[in-house]
């Protein structure tokens, strides 16, 4: 039986008061890969800052990866992005230093103290992403599907049992947008549960999976082919 790790009930979605998504019901199951479609302004990136928790959750039931997102305290939020990797369009590296200080950086925020599992943790997780011999680049000197797929294994450094992607191919052509998707469906294939906003309908037609629309201020499932 398949184990919901999203669960939202009747959910209302706010900005500055106002009402952005509204009469939200979804479960998302483990090991899912969806993808929320809908034009500039429909809700897509508030719907997954609420699910991180950067927007707080006011009305209806909501639950990921066991968390109560309406009773959410202030201590708990960093706990559950442990818990949730977060893949960003624009990559949000850290420019001064190179992509294994990137990886130390996350690793020692979220309380890892030794160096030998750190290390290996960093390899593991390059590796994942076809990115193992670039440890010692710096950001700028990586192209932007390169940085987009440190950016995903970063995403993966404590073993998220969901990935929130928003917008990941966004700031990128074509082909290197199939290249970062195709790592994200291999993540997926292995059991991660993904959630990827997007505009790109081409990857959607390349990468056929359950798809969810924001428009006139719901969100909805809708069939591939009318998307």
Known sequence: ????????????????????LSNINLEVQHGE?????????????SFIKTLYADIPLTTGEGNIVGYNLVNLQEKDIPYLR?????????FQLLPDRNV???????LRATGWTDASEMQNKIDEVLDKVGMKGFANKMPHQLSGGE???VAIARALLNDPEFILADEPTGNLDPQTSVEVLDVLKKINANGKTIIMATHDYALLMKFPSKTLKCEDGSIFEVVQKTV
């Open 33 to 45: 890969f969806i993808y929320i479609i809908g034009k500039t302004g429909t809700g897509k990136s």
């Open 147 to 149: 940085q987009q797929r």
């Open 1 to 20: 039986m398949s184990e919901a790790v999203l669960s939202l009930k009747n959910v209302s979605i706010y900005q500055s008061n106002k009402v952005i």
């Open 82 to 90: 442990r818990k949730i990797g977060i893949v960003f369009q624009d």
């Open 100 to 106: 294994a200080a990137n990886m130390l950086f996350v």
